[in-house]
DNA sequence: GTCTATAGCCTGATAGAC
DNA sequence: GTCTATCAGGCTATAGAC
């Protein structure tokens, strides 16, 4: 230790994916400049250059790294030994508070549902959504097989992370008087999406 | 008639926010430039400054004209005389319909809650979800009021909205045979939301 | 690996003729 | 109400010194 002399490693490249996400996530592609991303980490824009050839695969290494970064934990849930209503419970708690803990995670799957080519919807079905979707849709033919396993998936994602979007619409919605300043917890969030779930799945098991 | 040259009239202004919905609802504010407006309505940039002051007020100019001409058809469904149930279904139908009619809107929509500041977003709920939600709202109270009745009005719109949202991953999802190809009607998506829902609404009423 | 400097283009916005 | 011409500044990307 204290060979390198204070703060910087030979890991500038990582430091630009870091900030160009925090931007890119708040702003978008077309909003954020190269020379934004550039002065946020304390370089010239090109320097960046150095390291990335162009906008474009910044763009791209940093949607790689926000995707990548939170991959391995959608997953896990899905893939316990517990009981198919269970498995979804710790699924819907942890991608909520996934939602909740990474917003430019969060806002940056929104921008690519809007703007993204096959190359970059491609990488967030890859890193993101096969597997979990995948393991949703297994898990709602055991749970409910008279509905489409499908559309059943997209809403139980869906259930989750509206939620979220519209968060900055709410105070505009509800007379504040009537309405408790509510600080959106995503456990009240998961809680809500699992009572939904458990009486649609509860319904065809007493008819 | 026949006293006009050949197209346009006065309503040079209607065209060019026509023309900024579409551009705008394709690539966002910052995606879009004056003269990408412009040109898409076949005039200069200088004369689209003749109609509008700055690049702001055309912006909030073409939201305003999208918003607005979907206002009347969203509350309709949820002022009639029918049954609570049957009252939410016309609204789910119709909501899901609007979606899929008018896709510069629901983009539009998805990119003000990313992008919007306190003022749109205002806009937004004025014109868009302020009178559905509350409609909601009392329709969740009716139905399941056990149940946090604006979480609730909340997921019911999810529902609608997230089916839509996720069209372009779905090719990137699923095994292509295994999946049909489906195109997506919106009678099927909110025939879908409506079975759901309705499975939670019954689990009360036989427990 | 970082800088300054700069090329070449696009941007929002304006001036003034018609 | 529309045009051409233009301004000042920002943009992506590159060149070349250190």
């Known amino acids: 230790m ?11 490249r990582q430091q630009i994916q ?13 909003g ?17 250059y150095h390291h990335f050839p162009d906008k474009q695969a910044l763009y791209l290494a940093a949607m790689e790294h926000a995707f990548a ?11 316990s030994e517990l009981s198919p209503l269970e498995r979804l419970n710790c699924f819907v708690t942890g991608f909520a508070a996934l939602a909740a803990r ?9 921008r690519e549902l809007l703007d993204g080519d096959e190359t970059r919807l491609e990488l967030l079905a890859g890193h993101v959504f096969r597997q979990p979707h995948a393991a949703i849709v297994a898990l709602a033919r055991e749970l409910a097989p008279d509905l489409d396993p499908y559309m059943l998936a997209d809403s139980v994602i869906g259930l989750v ?13 509800a007379g504040r008087a009537e309405r408790p300043e509510r600080p959106e917890r995503p ?8 009572t939904l ?3 649609v799945f509860a319904h065809q098991d007493s008819p």
Not at 2 to 12: E, H, Y
Request: aromatic share 6%.
């Open 102 to 110: 990474d917003e430019e995670f969060r806002k940056l799957m929104q």
């Open 18 to 30: 870091q900030h160009a996400i925090t931007l890119f996530a708040r702003a978008g592609y077309a």
């Open 197 to 199: 779930l458990a009486r």
């Open 69 to 79: 970064r939170n991959e391995s934990g959608i997953l896990a849930a899905l893939e």
């Open 161 to 173: 992370l509206f939620s979220f979007q519209t968060a900055p619409l709410r105070r505009h919605l």
């Open 32 to 48: 954020v400049s190269v020379r934004d991303v550039a002065a946020e980490v304390g370089i010239s824009a090109a320097a960046l």
């Open 2 to 12: 204290a060979l390198r002399p204070a703060a910087p490693r030979g890991d500038t």
């Open 187 to 194: 456990e009240d969030i998961a809680r809500h999406v699992m």
